[in-house]
């Protein structure tokens, strides 16, 4: 089947401007999640949905980032006034259920900022 | 303490040789485990969940030590193909997202 999917696969943009990144998870997988992955460092955790429940924006580092998803289908990820530090891969991932479930993940966003 | 810890490495193996990973977590809550692989700008991949009794699959074998609260990662007879970076990932209080270490790198040469 299907797995995660992510677009685009790769964006450049202009230090400023706002970013949207967009995440389809496996279907049926309720749980979905968003991590950044800076050049040869580990993943960074960002944010969880799951199912109805609030989501878990720990991780999001600023109030420039936000993410929204709709029932259990696509999540958006934005960033607002991009800085250079923001450049980075941001990973998704889903899983059939919470967090104790194994995650499988999509390709990743390759975030540019000039 | 932090979460979950893994020595970056790099492990410098030959071909056929046998390497183990440990990888160490803090909250003795912990119930699921997993060792995952990413092979360099790429995503991480499930390479296999860690039980209780430990488990095997073909040439990789997960154990789990809950007194010591670590995970391992044993590979026998090493490939060119297995050069990769090893991700172990941890849940952490219940509902919330796997807690993944920052990975050790291995290189197989031949």
């Known amino acids: 089947g299907a797995g995660v999917s992510q677009s685009p696969s790769n964006k450049v943009t202009e230090k400023g401007k706002d970013v949207e990144l967009r995440c389809d998870p496996i279907?049926?997988?309720?749980?979905l999640y968003w991590y950044r992955q800076r050049l040869g460092q580990g993943l960074e955790f960002l944010i969880y949905?799951?199912?109805?429940?609030?989501?878990?924006k720990s991780g999001l580092p600023s109030d420039r980032f936000s993410a929204e998803r709709t029932g259990e289908s696509v999540s958006t990820l934005t960033i607002q006034r991009t800085q250079q530090e923001d450049s980075a891969v941001y990973l998704c991932a889903s899983s059939s259920a919470g967090g104790a479930y194994e995650q499988y993940f999509g390709p990743g966003t390759r975030l540019t900022v000039t | 303490r932090k979460e979950v810890e893994q020595d970056p490495g790099p492990f410098n193996v030959p071909e056929g040789a046998t390497v183990a990973f440990n990888c160490t977590y803090s909250?003795?809550?912990?119930?699921?485990f997993f060792w995952y692989r990413q092979d360099c700008r790429k995503e991480p991949k499930l390479l296999m969940s860690?039980?209780?009794s430990g488990n095997e699959d073909g040439r990789f074998t997960a154990q789990l030590n809950r007194a010591s609260q670590y995970i391992s990662l044993l590979i026998r007879d090493s490939k060119l193909s297995d050069s990769a970076t090893y991700l172990c990932?941890?849940?952490?209080?219940?509902?919330?997202?796997?807690?993944f270490g920052k990975g050790t790198t291995l290189s197989v040469s031949s």
């Open positions: 860690v039980y209780s």
């Open positions: 949905f799951q199912g109805n429940s609030a989501p878990d």
């Open positions: 990932a941890v849940n952490g209080q219940a509902g919330t997202a796997l807690i």
């Open positions: 909250n003795s809550a912990s119930q699921s």
């Open positions: 279907s049926g997988h309720t749980a």
